[in-house]
């Protein structure tokens, strides 16, 4: 049976932005602080070595009853039975990939343009990325931001959960809360962070009232 994804705080993972610290030190401290939604994000392991990081984060998620979700592999999100995958728009078809994993694995995947949130309700995703909001430099090639007035069609006229990402930080996280979206990402902002605990009660405490 599929899980409901939480609203709030959706933290993904950046070793290369972690202060020399490892992805699963930042994701124990992650958890430690109550965060809930986790995606799983490494641009630059090899698969093994993805995969022996999410055997102990899994672990980990499980204990913590967190929603756990990886990043492009499906293989790999079937095998940990996560639950979800984050797919890209230049990743595998949603409908492909909904034949692979089946009813019980959430499906998210990044949006830019209002075509792109459309096709993706059409073709049976859980949820949407919505951004990058504002400028952002957590990937390699990414696309331009698409700002507040994507977030806003997507909240009109997008009936699944929307996740406002890109760029978000604390001195900006109210303009992104007046649209109500239902999740919202912060990466760099909490991985970089010297104090990961005291950063993620500052983001709650600023989101009190919306959720």
């Given at each position: 049976m599929k899980k409901q994804m939480p609203k709030g705080l959706y933290a993904i993972t950046a070793e290369n932005f972690s202060n020399g610290k490892n992805n699963i030190t930042v994701v124990k401290e992650m958890?430690?602080?109550?965060?809930?939604?986790?995606q799983y994000r490494d641009k630059y392991k090899t698969?093994?070595?993805k995969f022996r990081q999410c055997e102990i984060i899994r672990r980990l998620t499980l204990d913590y009853d967190v929603f756990f979700i990886i990043n492009d592999d499906i293989d790999m999100a079937l095998s940990l039975q996560s639950e979800g995958v984050h797919l890209g728009?230049?990743?595998l078809p949603i409908i492909k990939a909904r034949e692979i994993v089946g009813d019980d694995i959430a499906i998210g995947?990044?949006?830019?343009l209002p075509k792109q949130a459309l096709l993706a309700v059409e073709n049976g995703a859980d949820y949407i990325g919505v951004g990058p909001i504002y400028k952002t430099f957590t990937k390699d090639n990414v696309v331009d931001p698409v700002g507040l007035e994507y977030l806003g069609f997507c909240v009109k006229n997008i009936k699944i959960?929307?996740?406002?990402?890109?760029?978000?930080?604390?001195s900006n996280l109210l303009e992104i809360y007046k649209y109500n979206p239902e999740n919202i990402c912060m990466v760099t902002e909490i991985t970089a962070s010297e104090n990961i605990e005291f950063t993620i009660k500052k983001i709650k405490e600023t989101i009190n009232d919306y959720y």
């Amino acid at each position: 049976m599929k899980k409901q994804m939480p609203k709030g705080l959706y933290a993904i993972t950046a070793e290369n932005f972690s202060n020399g610290k490892n992805n699963i030190t930042v994701v124990k401290e992650m958890l430690d602080a109550g965060i809930k939604v986790l995606q799983y994000r490494d641009k630059y392991k090899t698969k093994l070595e993805k995969f022996r990081q999410c055997e102990i984060i899994r672990r980990l998620t499980l204990d913590y009853d967190v929603f756990f979700i990886i990043n492009d592999d499906i293989d790999m999100a079937l095998s940990l039975q996560s639950e979800g995958v984050h797919l890209g728009q230049d990743d595998l078809p949603i409908i492909k990939a909904r034949e692979i994993v089946g009813d019980d694995i959430a499906i998210g995947i990044s949006t830019h343009l209002p075509k792109q949130a459309l096709l993706a309700v059409e073709n049976g995703a859980d949820y949407i990325g919505v951004g990058p909001i504002y400028k952002t430099f957590t990937k390699d090639n990414v696309v331009d931001p698409v700002g507040l007035e994507y977030l806003g069609f997507c909240v009109k006229n997008i009936k699944i959960p929307k996740v406002a990402i890109g760029g978000i930080k604390l001195s900006n996280l109210l303009e992104i809360y007046k649209y109500n979206p239902e999740n919202i990402c912060m990466v760099t902002e909490i991985t970089a962070s010297e104090n990961i605990e005291f950063t993620i009660k500052k983001i709650k405490e600023t989101i009190n009232d919306y959720y």
